[in-house]
């Protein structure tokens, strides 16, 4: 099954929804940062929900960050995503392995925690990005996506996010789905998104029935609604960095710092959060990066 988000609308009713199967973008950022499998399941929530966020957003260049910090043993964690809900991110403690909880799920809840904040950022190319911000509620990612959405947006939402890991540690299966009510929709309406996301359960369960798509799971959900695909494209877990953009990033550290790092160590090594590449940066090319930095 090949990643993809998928949208559609709902043509008797003022309800949107886009869903997305996820499984080799969170396969990509576990090889990439070795998570075990509580981080792997918590990082690739958060990537799967920014890459919804980010597949609504307008205008070329604009991209959206999610950060959870809320206090657990697995530390903060950041996804980001392009306007094609390509995706990349990363946790601070991925290596963390906690029990599994008592019906036999990843305790996500306990690895992120519940104290503290989820952190929208919407970078649209303006003068001052926009910055949402929410408490946590569980700690479990969906449930604190619904409430940023309801308070910071102002927009009725449900939210389903699964990552099933194998035996083995890779992912399984991995998948989500936002539906939101647009203006308009009447209690009927919220009645019937509430069955149906009721009847579909869990979305790590529905993601391993044979020939369960990201559109096959939009209308089991919405089933009591007359729907229409309006998208679908594929996603990727994708890192920008290069080699000059980390070469900008040493210049924008100044004269002063970057002087102290040639003094003190002769070369740098940098390495992306995103995807781990390591940049390695001679003496002689850190005095050419010193040249073109400010006071």
Same mark, same amino acid.
């Given at each position: 099954?090949?990643?993809?988000?998928?949208?559609?609308?709902?043509?008797?009713?003022?309800?949107?929804?886009?869903?997305?199967?996820?499984?080799?973008?969170?396969?990509?950022?576990?090889?990439t940062?070795?998570?075990?499998?509580?981080?792997?399941?918590?990082?690739?929530?958060?990537?799967?929900?920014?890459?919804?966020?980010?597949?609504?957003l307008?205008?070329?260049?604009?991209?959206?960050?999610?950060?959870?910090?809320?206090?657990?043993?697995l530390?903060?964690?950041?996804?980001?995503?392009?306007?094609?809900?390509?995706?990349?991110?990363?946790?601070?403690?991925? &290596?963390?392995?906690?029990?599994?909880?008592?019906?036999?799920?990843?305790?996500?809840?306990?690895?992120?925690?519940r104290?503290?904040?989820l952190?929208?950022?919407?970078?649209?190319?303006?003068?001052?990005?926009?910055?949402?911000?929410?408490?946590?509620?569980?700690?479990?990612?969906?449930?604190?996506?619904?409430?940023?959405?309801?308070?910071?947006?102002?927009?009725?939402?449900?939210?389903?996010?699964?990552?099933?890991?194998?035996?083995?540690?890779?992912?399984?299966?991995?998948?989500?789905?936002?539906?939101?009510?647009?203006?308009?929709?009447?209690?009927?309406?919220?009645?019937?998104?509430? &069955?149906?996301?009721?009847?579909?359960? &869990?979305?790590t369960?529905?993601?391993?029935?044979?020939?369960?798509?990201?559109?096959?799971l939009?209308?089991?959900?919405?089933?009591?609604?007359?729907?229409?695909?309006?998208?679908?494209?594929?996603?990727?877990y994708?890192?920008?960095?290069?080699?000059?953009?980390?070469?900008?990033?040493?210049?924008?550290?100044?004269?002063?710092?970057?002087?102290?790092?040639?003094?003190?160590?002769?070369?740098?090594?940098?390495?992306?959060?995103?995807?781990?590449?390591?940049?390695?940066?001679?003496? &002689?090319?850190?005095?050419?990066?010193?040249?073109?930095?400010?006071?």
């Amino acid at each position: 099954m090949a990643d993809e988000i998928v949208r559609i609308l709902c043509k008797n009713a003022p309800v949107k929804a886009a869903a997305i199967t996820g499984r080799t973008l969170v396969e990509t950022a576990r090889t990439t940062h070795r998570t075990l499998p509580v981080a792997t399941a918590a990082l690739g929530r958060a990537l799967m929900a920014v890459s919804l966020m980010g597949d609504q957003l307008k205008g070329e260049g604009s991209s959206v960050t999610l950060r959870l910090k809320g206090g657990g043993p697995l530390g903060s964690i950041t996804a980001v995503s392009d306007t094609e809900g390509n995706v990349r991110g990363y946790v601070q403690n991925g &290596a963390l392995d906690l029990p599994i909880r008592g019906d036999g799920k990843l305790d996500v809840g306990r690895a992120v925690g519940r104290d503290g904040t989820l952190t929208v950022i919407k970078d649209l190319d303006l003068k001052e990005p926009y910055v949402g911000m929410v408490p946590l509620v569980s700690g479990e990612i969906a449930e604190d996506l619904t409430e940023y959405f309801a308070v910071s947006e102002q927009i009725p939402t449900a939210c389903a996010l699964g990552v099933l890991v194998d035996t083995d540690q890779s992912v399984l299966r991995a998948g989500g789905y936002l539906i939101q009510l647009l203006p308009g929709a009447a209690d009927a309406d919220i009645d019937k998104v509430e &069955a149906g996301v009721k009847r579909l359960g &869990a979305v790590t369960n529905a993601l391993v029935v044979p020939g369960m798509d990201a559109e096959t799971l939009l209308r089991e959900a919405l089933s009591d609604f007359e729907v229409e695909v309006v998208g679908r494209h594929p996603v990727a877990y994708k890192c920008y960095c290069s080699r000059e953009r980390v070469a900008q990033a040493l210049v924008s550290m100044g004269r002063e710092e970057l002087s102290a790092v040639i003094a003190e160590q002769g070369s740098a090594e940098v390495a992306c959060q995103f995807c781990d590449k390591v940049y390695r940066f001679d003496r &002689a090319e850190l005095e050419a990066l010193l040249e073109r930095a400010s006071h």
